[in-house]
């Protein structure tokens, strides 16, 4: 019943709207100043409706703010990878292959000390100045001192715990001062750059520059990696913007009932869709502002964590302006259209009396089928050519094909939970027929889940292509050796031969060690082999050797140099190396692949018959590392090279690489989708409270009548899992359609994923339990008695 007290009538409830009068003043100006009115009337009711009224409003700000908050963070994206670019871009220091630097006050000599460190890379450098002003890298403000190094903050922490013990012995100074913003990718990452004395041009890997920082250059993408940015950046912020589009409904049977009421009072139609367009409006603003609130906030913690190997600095995460503007007019537009469009069947009667009936009409498919049928015309025309599409029509297409999920639902829902009888539990009998009155709600609320299933069925099926496609078989054999190294003796080398270097490496707690000598024999001016000189042991690994003993040679398919004279060295060298004459008595031998997993050419000598080594030879060690180690014998190992020479190099064998672009863009992916899985969480939790809510009479009434509390929670989990359930089933066999579509944009066979299918049901059937389980406190707390009462 609705109570209309003291002398104000209809007309006073909704500012005279009600009655005819002659107008004053001008005609336009007097129906702006009406309609404002009305408007208005919708904010305040949003805002001074009572108990009942604010909490609708907070439950809506707080679902548009969640969403906002989201898609700030998704178009800051671009900005934050620029920012890191810009700064990596701005400390670069690799000069190779430019021309050869004179020493001057500025210049600075650098060695090259990446390594990694549990997985972890480590950006390192050996430094010393030429002059008294030598440039500065990004973020330092003063060269440091010999013996000593500046760290990254994220370094100098790991230094100091007890995780980074093993870091430690390989760090090559004492820590005196940090690295600051600008020259760090990220606040995690792991950098330093420590002054050595003995530093001198000439030697192996060291580069003198006179400048830091270089033009980052941005590649086109492979047509395949670029297909699978462009899927992902949809899949991910179409479940957000459906979330956004469905939070703007919340609390609206509430709504519906009393707008009614102020219809039955004397407003018509055209005035009641004003008042709810102000109401609506006014909510999703506040919603900006929430998601504002929100997105400010994150961002003050976002330097603490650190996705898939991905730390940004709170300041790179800021969204583009004309990004943030059409964000800001979007959002209070689609609130006001989703109202509308809600309000179409709803208003036309006073007391809502349709919307509780049954709707004797049907939702039409015709026009549902047109949406993903006009996303299959998009993509059709650009199957099969493999680098050439335009991102913006593969964009469209992808996007008319995940909103197809979301249009089918709800008419698949009608079709099949309509034709549901009425037996099974009392539980399911009342999901079942709560469904059949009101389920729109429901599906509403698992339309983004449903999306982010075809979306995420299309991009497994992408992926599991792009895994054959973009990944390397190095060729390289880990069961003959887990780790190559390689070092050029100089003055920086602590180890001068191949047993003094076997001994450092043994120390580290290798199981085994072998190392050989690499040296080059010209022929001629532009005819040169390589020479190996090592035991028969490691000769092995590179030729197939019926017996060897020491002071055998052996010659790999080139019998024409058995008994000829060479001379050692490179042939550009000067002076050049001394002359060596391959021993008649040279076995020939056919040559395999190394553990590296290349070819083996040229003259093989054990150390009885080898020649001089030059001044500055170069030695190859294949090492095999203790399994009961773990990951720290790789660190063990890299300790150890260090303490040999910091310009060793240490290469972990793998035989399978992925390609870096490749596995980037899958750290984006996974990164997204754990925030994209925790906002569509958050939204079904919103949106399965706020049904619970505008049901409490119904629930304390069955609670007062008898109704177990038990059977009102498996009915809730009924009503949630049901059209999880169909829409999974839609969204998979879209999911298949738009994968196909897509592999076939980029000529690669099909192929479905059972497994990855699989667990992406789970995984949305478990955000499901979850959500139903969060929501059971406030189930209990909606079934007590003081529910019943009604003013």
């Known amino acids: 019943m609705i109570a209309v007290s003291g002398g104000a009538g209809p007309a006073a409830l909704i500012g005279g709207a009600g009655r005819h009068e002659p107008e004053i003043g001008p005609v336009r100006a007097g129906r702006l100043r009406r309609w404002a009115t ?84 480590v950006r390192g450098r050996l430094v010393r100045a030429d002059g008294a002003h030598p440039v500065l890298p990004p973020g330092v403000q003063a060269m440091p001192a010999p013996g000593t190094m500046l760290v990254s903050p994220a370094l100098r922490d790991l230094l100091a715990s007890s995780d980074g013990a093993l870091l430690r012995d390989r760090m090559p100074g004492t820590v005196a001062g940090t690295i600051g913003k600008a020259g760090l990718s990220g606040p995690n990452e792991l950098v330093f750059y420590a002054q050595r004395g003995d530093l001198a041009f000439g030697q192996p890997q060291v580069q003198r520059i006179d400048s830091y920082g270089s033009r980052s250059v941005h590649r086109p993408l492979d047509p395949f990696l670029l297909m699978l940015v462009v899927v992902i950046f949809v899949v991910l912020l179409m479940p957000v913007a459906m979330f956004v589009a469905a939070a703007t409904r919340f609390g609206g049977e509430q709504r519906d009932r009393r707008l009614a009421a102020v219809r039955l009072v004397g407003a018509d139609g055209a005035m009641t869709r004003r008042i709810a367009g102000g109401e609506a409006v006014i909510s999703a603003t506040l919603g900006l502002l929430a998601g504002g609130a929100f997105f400010l906030a994150g961002r003050q913690f976002v330097e603490v964590f650190e996705i898939a190997d991905l730390s940004v600095y709170g300041s790179d995460v800021r969204p583009p302006l004309p990004l943030l503007a059409l964000l800001v007019v979007a959002v209070p537009v689609a609130a006001l259209a989703m109202t509308l469009v809600a309000m179409r069947r709803v208003v036309v009667e006073p007391l809502g009396v349709v919307r509780r009936a049954t709707s004797s009409t049907h939702r039409r498919l015709w026009w549902r089928v047109l949406v993903p049928l006009a996303g299959v015309g998009l993509l059709a025309p650009l199957t099969g050519k493999h680098g050439e599409f335009n991102p913006w029509q593969a964009v469209g297409g992808v996007s008319l094909l995940l909103l197809g999920v979301a249009l089918l639902l709800p008419w698949v829902f009608d079709r099949l939970v309509g034709r549901l009888g009425a037996g099974g539990s009392v539980s399911w009998q009342m999901a079942v027929r709560r469904l059949q009155l009101s389920g729109g709600s429901s599906v509403r609320a698992v339309g983004a889940i449903a999306v982010a299933a075809a979306g995420t069925i299309a991009l497994q099926m992408l992926f599991a292509a792009a895994e054959s496609e973009f990944t390397i078989n190095t060729g390289q054999d880990p069961t003959r050796a887990q780790a190559v190294t390689l070092l050029t003796v100089s003055p920086l080398t602590t180890a001068k031969d191949a047993a003094g270097i076997d001994a450092k490496l043994r120390a580290s707690g290798v199981t085994s060690v072998r190392t050989y000598r690499r040296d080059i024999a010209s022929i001629s001016d532009d005819d040169f082999v390589g020479v190996r000189v090592g035991d028969c042991d490691v000769l092995r690994e590179m030729a197939a050797l019926e017996s060897c003993a020491d002071g055998d040679v052996f010659v790999l398919d080139r019998p024409d140099l058995i008994g000829r004279t060479v001379r050692m060295g490179d042939p550009s060298a000067t002076p050049q190396g001394p002359q060596w004459t391959v021993p008649a008595t040279a076995h020939r031998a056919h040559a395999r692949k190394d553990p590296w ?195």
Not at 96 to 112: M, R, S, W
Request: net charge neutral; charged share 20%; proline share 4%.
């Open 38 to 121: 009305e408007i208005g009337l919708g904010v305040r009711l949003a805002l001074s409706g009572g108990r009942e009224g604010l909490l609708r409003t907070a439950l809506t700000a707080v679902g548009v703010g969640l969403g906002v908050a989201v898609l700030l963070l998704s178009v800051s994206i671009p900005t934050m990878l620029d920012a890191r670019s810009d700064r990596t871009a701005a400390r670069d220091d690799d000069r190779y292959g430019g021309d050869e630097l004179p020493a001057g006050d500025t210049t600075v000599l650098t060695l090259n000390l990446a390594t990694s460190f549990h997985g972890k890379n």
């Open 597 to 791: 997993g290349q070819d083996v050419d040229g003259i093989l000598v054990t150390p009885a018959a080898a020649p001089a080594a030059r001044a500055e030879p170069t030695f190859e060690s294949y090492v095999h590392l203790d399994p009961a180690a773990g990951l720290d014998a790789e660190e063990r190992l890299r300790n150890a090279a260090m303490a040999i020479s910091p310009a060793m190099d240490v290469s972990i064998l793998r035989s399978k690489v992925r390609d870096s672009t490749f596995m980037s863009i899958r750290r984006g992916l996974f990164a997204g989708s754990a925030v994209t899985l925790l906002l569509v969480g958050l939204s079904l939790l919103v949106g399965t409270i706020e049904q619970l809510r505008e049901r409490r009479r119904t629930l304390a009434a069955l609670v007062a009548f008898g109704a177990r509390r038990s059977t009102l929670g498996w009915s809730i989990l009924w009503q949630t899992l049901l059209p999880v359930v169909l829409g999974l089933v839609l969204a998979t066999g879209l999911g298949l359609g738009l994968g196909a579509m897509l592999l076939a944009t980029v000529d690669v066979p099909f192929h479905v994923d059972v497994t990855g299918i699989a667990i992406v049901c789970g995984i949305a059937g478990g955000v499901v339990l979850l959500v139903t389980t969060a929501s059971l406190p406030a189930l209990w707390r909606l079934m007590r008695p003081d529910g019943l009462r009604f003013e």
